[in-house]
């Protein structure tokens, strides 16, 4: 038998004094804690885990990139042969890249934003070559070319900033193919990426590994991801081992409870296993001449026509929406999806009147309110609210959570502080938060803690429609499931109506009634989500459905194959 | 880009225009009387007045600036008495002091100050970002802690206190150069040289601190960025790190500073151009001032601020040209 590529025994590794790493975090924390595992030449294996269970740092031990950053490692990682924490300075930079070469997360701040991109490529070749400058910049093109880069000779001359996400992802991997390494580490490589394009990524890696025999380490988040690329995962928490096997028996049968709870959190697209009853159509109500028309459950509470919203002047003009109509029933909720840049954030600040309307209806509750003036919009204010999608950037770091929170019924006009402080806590406590925890600042509350902040931000003033812009995307898939739980919860008590944008099919099925598709500014396709996701009318709808990874590997080939045989088509 | 420039100087315009009539309004807020001062020592009353008169100083404020403008834009005639002189567009006035046209005198002095401020441009620019330079390099050792110390002993010794010391030294003690007279450059650049140079190490190594600075925060602040891990993850070596994507980042902060320094310094280098005896801008204004020349100072105050608004354009321009991510608007 040969030498395993990777072999990784009882590797610690700790940050003293709360350093950073994957998330790592804490004071003194150990990231990775006695974790041993190997990888066969050619083999594929999946890191997977939560925020904070130390799957990055790993794959950062296995290029040594921890040596001389202060953290202290112990136990042994081998890769080719190898011993990273004992080699020269030269060895470990050959190894850098040459053996194993790395692909970063968040494609647009791993490259350099001065440089154009084959340049850049070339510079790591002539590292590794003593190839010309010719010849190194020839390599890239070819490599750039191999990941599917159009027109590569043109566009290596392209700045990082000049590509779309995909493509500066594809460019990171024909960074990393360029020395032909006999292993490519991927971190979490498809995370910031559009779910069609996380599908070409993924299935260009596997193309790429079918043709060149190189072993893949992936690390990623996402359990769909994993199941579609590798042969064996290891399942970690809080930086140990959790469950290691081949694929298709860890996510089929999982044997630890963890692993079990961490695939039932993930959503799924297929079936809906929905504890929320759907909502009741109430009767139609009788309207009462001359009483103001108030929408009960199941009535349209908001509709737009025709809505239309530019950005920009003349040449840089860009039309985020373009004509959308649709209708949000109170007490339900209307789902939007679609990619980025698809216009679906721009079209729920314009429901809550964040942005105007460039042209187009916004009624609410029988009143046009698009036109409205700041003043006359003020009583409509309150009933719309909005949750943000970072849970960190839309609190005020310097501000306590309660004073943020008591931030809408202020601008209600709200003055009676003792009412204020009562109404915080009740809102605190209804979205599952200890209400002593008034004064608390942001930075001491989790990422799914702060979007319950968010929440009870958003329910403080008794809205009667709240637009959920992307409110889970930052989370954890347990704290997802926690935080759509509790989007649902709210809504049957309080007769909500919601409006959950997301790029997530899977979370959106999970917690809508109605769905709407959005593709550039436009709705392709809406209507009830067993009927849009069951037996999908639009191209495109049937083209992101097929794109969402599976979590059942056998399917995910039958996935690979059927994008395979849509993108011939 | 085009668009952006004519937008940009059309805004110089306006705001020279303010500054021209800033400077008159200052002038006749003070109190003394500049045909005094320009008459001489033992005037009469009604000498005085002939001068006040000849120098159009019992016109009204307002009628002053208006021909001042019409001077600027169209050109004026000044009429002695005896005969009229005739001063082009455009024109700003004749000195109170020596009748010289102030747009001559400008010209004169102008070389002095545009010699010691890119001179001294060299300087700041090899010294200050090599020392920026090697100090991020080599962080968190000795050499960085000397550098450090010895930028910020540069940065807190006043500009004259530093041109005394390098007088004191080179030329009394070490008398390694005679003491500084300013050569035009048209006349012998050899002796140009070596009398600017004492005064370019002065303003340059002055100025060289703040750029160590920069620089050295820059290249520090990029080695925290992601895409230096990109780097090290594929074997780059430590020199090229720095060398070739820190530094980078330094570029665009310390062109657009370079030259809106030197838009200051062709006026603001008074200092340095007292102590060296240049007969730059600077020390014309401040003598001017000393007079209430007001034609000298509103000229060469024109020029500052021309001057300043021109490198900041030239500073935005340039560093869109650095990093190309940056649109202008």
Known sequence: MTTPLVEVENLVVEFPGGGSGGGGGGRGARAVDGLSFTLPQGRALGLVGESGSGKSTVAGALLGLHRGTGALTSGSVRVGGTDVAEASPAALRELRGGVAAMVFQDPLSS?????????????????????????????AVEVLERVGIPDAPRRSRSRPHEFSGGMRQRALIAMALACEPRLLIADEPTTALDVTVQAQILDLLHGLREETGMGLLLVTHDVGVAAESVDEVLVMKEGREVERGPVGEVLTAPRQPYTRALLAAVPRITAVPSPAPAPVPAPVPVPVPGARESSGPGDALLEVSGLRREFGRGKGRVVALDGVDLTVHAGTTLGVVGESGSGKTTLGRVLVRLLDPTAGQVRYDGTEIGGLSEKALRPYRRELQMVFQDPVASLNPRRSVGESIADPLRAAGVRDEELIRRRVQESLERVGLDPDRYAA????????????????????????????????????????????????????????????????????????????????????????????????????????????????????????????????? | MTRFV????????????????????????????????????????????QVREQLGLDESVLTQYAQFLQGVFTGRDYSTGVSTLRCDAPCLGFSYQ????VTELILDRLPATASLALGAMVIWLTVGVGTGALSALRRGGLTERALT????????????????????????????????????????????????????????????????????????????????RTFRAYGVGERAIVGRHALRGAVPPVIALSALDLGTMFGGAVLTESLFGIPGLGKTLIDGVRVIDLPVVVGVVLVIGAAVVLANVVADLLYAAADRRVVLS
């Open chain 1, 111 to 139: 490259l350099d934003p001065y440089y154009a991109i084959g340049d850049q490529i070339a510079e790591v070749y002539r590292v590794h070559t003593r190839a010309s400058r010719r010849a190194a910049r020839a390599r």
């Open chain 1, 441 to 569: 600042y942001p930075h001491e509350f989790s990422g799914g803690q702060r979007q319950r902040v968010g929440i009870a931000r958003a329910l403080i003033a008794e809205p009667r429609l709240i637009v959920c812009d992307e409110p889970v995307s930052a989370l954890d898939v347990t704290t997802q499931a926690q935080v759509t739980g509790l989007l649902r919860e709210l809504q049957r008590e309080l007769g909500l109506a919601l409006v959950f944008i997301a790029h997530d099919l899977a979370v959106v099925r999970q917690i809508s009634d109605r769905v709407a598709v959005m593709r550039h500014g436009r709705i392709v396709e809406q209507g009830p989500v067993d009927e849009v996701y069951g037996a999908p009318r639009d191209p495109y709808t049937r083209e992101l459905l097929a794109a969402v990874p599976a979590l059942d590997p056998a399917l995910a080939r039958a996935r690979r194959s059927a994008r395979g045989e849509l993108a011939a088509a």
């Open chain 2, 6 to 49: 004519v937008k940009r100087l059309g805004g110089a315009v306006f705001v020279l225009l303010v500054l021209s009539a800033l400077v008159y309004g200052l002038f006749y807020l003070a109190p003394s009387d500049p045909a005094r001062l320009a008459c001489g020592e033992r005037c009469s009353p009604a000498q005085i007045a």
């Open chain 2, 98 to 101: 020596s009748d010289q046209q």
């Open chain 2, 149 to 228: 110390v010895a930028t910020l002993a540069a940065t807190g010794t006043p500009v004259f206190i530093l041109g005394l010391l390098m007088l004191m030294v080179v030329c009394a003690y070490l008398q390694w150069l005679p003491f500084p007279t300013y050569v035009p450059l048209g006349e012998d650049p050899e002796q140009w040289a070596w009398n600017m140079l004492l005064p370019w190490l002065t303003l340059g190594f002055f100025e060289s601190a703040k750029y160590a600075r920069l620089t050295r925060a820059s290249t520090l602040e990029t080695l925290a960025e992601d895409h230096i």
